[in-house]
T-cell receptor
Framework: GAVVSQHPSRVICKSGTSVKIECRSLDFQATTMFWYRQFPKKSLMLMATSNEGSKATYEQGVEKDKFLINHASLTLSTLTVTSAHPEDSSFYIC????????????FGNGTRLTVT | QKEVEQDPGPLSVPEGAIVSLNCTYSNSAFQYFMWYRQYSRKGPELLMYTYSSGNKEDGRFTAQVDKSSKYISLFIRDSQPSDSATYLCAMSAGYSSASKIIFGSGTRLSIRP
């Protein structure tokens, strides 16, 4: 089945630094990728929709200058958490849909970010 | 009212039991319905994907969609301890790659050996 690879799986950084998370579709092309945030025992919260070759669309309340998204190719999207703070600590998950209509959504394995 | 409602559980059943997980929704435009399984500290894994009403079976899993009642179900037969996870329903109105998918809050399921 379709595979979405997310890297790193776990990262610890200091306050004020920036962290980049990569999301790759390994065996299919994805014009659209999605970035989610998940708090413990809570459901997925959509942060932004990443479109290949254009600007990402952010959900209400998500700071686009803080969560920079780049979708440089049909198989790679990156999320950069800039000037990270402890409240940014969370589980970040990316997902991707194939370019064909009716393609289901496949998820990466998530990145556990801890900001100290 | 949330667009998608899902009982968070936790739901605990003995091994071998039939498990029924459900979601209700309010948007009649939803046509694509999915069930995901998420183990702790992992990304969600697609289990079932159905279009419109009806049933779909895959091994021990059966997905049902009743659009008239705006109700979807996932049945797990012969449940195993390895089925213990959080199950998320999800749905969307469109089929394009950019269609927004709405998730339920997830039901935590525990299968007792």
């Amino acid at each position: 089945g379709a595979v979405v690879s997310q890297h790193p799986s776990r990262v610890i950084c200091k306050s004020g630094t920036s962290v980049k998370i990569e999301c790759r579709s390994l065996d299919f092309q994805a014009t659209t990728m999605f970035w989610y945030r998940q708090f413990p025992k809570k459901s997925l919260m959509l942060m932004a929709t990443s479109n290949e070759g254009s600007k990402a669309t952010y959900e209400q309340g998500v700071e686009k200058d803080k969560f920079l998204i780049n979708h440089a190719s049909l198989t790679l999207s990156t999320l950069t958490v800039t000037s990270a703070h402890p409240e940014d600590s969370s589980f970040y998950i990316c997902s991707a849909k194939g370019t064909e209509n009716n393609s289901p959504l496949h998820f990466g394995n998530g990145t556990r970010l801890t900001v100290t | 009212q949330k667009e998608v409602e899902q009982d968070p559980g936790p739901l605990s059943v003995p091994e071998g039991a039939i498990v029924s997980l459900n979601c209700t929704y309010s948007n009649s435009a939803f046509q694509y319905f999915m069930w995901y399984r998420q183990y702790s500290r992992k990304g969600p894994e697609l289990l079932m994907y159905t279009y419109s009403s009806g049933n779909k079976e895959d091994g021990r899993f059966t997905a049902q969609v009743d659009k008239s009642s705006k109700y979807i179900s996932l049945f797990i037969r012969d449940s195993q301890p390895s089925d213990s996870a959080t199950y998320l329903c999800a749905m969307s109105a469109g089929y394009s790659s950019a269609s927004k998918i709405i998730f339920g809050s997830g039901t935590r399921l525990s299968i007792r050996p």
